[in-house]
């Protein structure tokens, strides 16, 4: 019996460490940001790490990274019914969907890297409680703090002025949770961001969005998305809304997908929907590539 397969992206997180054979697309996608100053090819040759963490270069990575794997994952006969993507890499699953051309979905990622630095704030995540628990100390705290992703049912990342999130992890921790602290340049899906999503805004109007191929599970909405305005829309206030992976998950199982692949560097989606759901099996693009060797 045919599976029902799904290609989840990454978001913003771990460097790529090594370059993948460049097809025809991705050489150009390289090119065109060496061109503009940003020289990911020769910055992952040589390991310069303190430069990739960079969000205004991290962002374009990640994305490259992301379209290079989920190429080499079809070469090896894996052919996605969904895609999803965790936060910067909802852009990558709109290029994936062919809602988006692989150039402005790069185009567009750098001008979001750009827009995204110098905002002060931070992130943490809060694990070992639940979310209504995390948004019942971000109301008694205030406007400074706010939930930003809702990776699964006991791990939510909360985002916001430092001062706030330092408060609200000390509150967590005396409720029986745990906190670690995100080495993030900002306070990303939270009000404070609002400057830079509307820096980006008008640079998303002017590109051409079509209808996917592939249906899109939206981090915004956690629902299929198949219109091509109402995926602009959902990009041009991305950047500051809350990130609905739980409702993500949840809504690939009801769709009956029986795999999901993680295309990109790592395994934290991997880990997370492990932890989430049994009746979806959960792979690691080296697993996947590993099974149809």
Same mark, same amino acid.
């Given at each position: =019996?045919?599976?029902? +397969? ?18 025809? /697309? ?14 990911? /090819? ?26 290079? $794997? ?14 999803? #993507? ?23 990622? =750098? ?11 931070? =992130? ?25 992703? &809702? ?18 992890? $000390?509150?967590?921790?005396?409720? #029986? ?8 340049? %900002? ?6 961001? /609002? ?9 998303? *109007?002017?590109?051409?969005? &079509? ?7 939206? %981090? ?5 998305? *198949? ?6 829309? +959902? ?14 998950? &949840? $809504?690939?199982?009801?769709? #009956? ?15 997370? %929907?492990? *932890? =989430? ?14 099974? &149809?060797?």
């Amino acid at each position: =019996m045919p599976q029902t +397969i799904a290609f989840l992206f990454p978001g913003q997180g771990k460097t790529p460490k090594s370059m993948l054979p460049e097809s025809k /697309r991705i050489s150009g996608l390289l090119d065109m940001a060496g061109a503009q100053g940003c020289a990911l /090819r020769q910055w992952i040759a040589e390991a310069r790490t303190d430069l990739l963490v960079r969000t205004e270069n991290a962002q374009p990575a990640l994305l490259v990274d992301s379209l290079a $794997r989920e190429e080499l994952l079809r070469q090896a006969g894996w052919s996605p019914s969904f895609v999803a #993507g965790h936060s910067l890499g909802e852009y990558a699953a709109l290029v994936s969907s062919g809602a988006l051309s692989a150039i402005d979905g790069l185009r567009a990622v =750098m001008e979001r890297g750009q827009a995204m630095c110098g905002v002060e704030g931070t =992130m943490a995540a809060v694990l070992k409680l639940d979310i209504d628990a995390v948004a019942s100390l971000c109301t008694e705290i205030g406007s400074g703090v706010c939930i930003a992703n &809702h990776n699964s049912p006991t791990q939510i990342v909360i985002s916001g002025e430092a001062d706030a999130v330092k408060e609200l992890t $000390r509150r967590a921790e005396e409720m #029986g949770g745990r906190s670690i602290a995100l080495q993030v340049s %900002g306070p990303f899906h939270s009000p404070l961001m /609002r400057p830079a999503q509307d820096a980006l805004e008008p640079f998303l *109007r002017q590109l051409d969005f &079509h209808a996917p191929t592939i249906p899109i599970v939206s %981090g915004v909405t956690g629902t299929v998305e *198949r219109d091509p305005e109402q995926l602009r829309g +959902i990009l041009c206030r991305q950047i500051t809304a809350q990130v609905r992976w739980v409702d993500v998950i &949840h $809504r690939l199982s009801y769709l #009956g997908v029986d795999v999901a692949v993680e295309a990109g560097s790592g395994d934290v989606l991997t880990r997370m %929907g492990q *932890r =989430m759901q049994t009746e979806i099996r959960f792979m690691t693009y080296e697993e996947a590539i590993d099974e &149809h060797a």
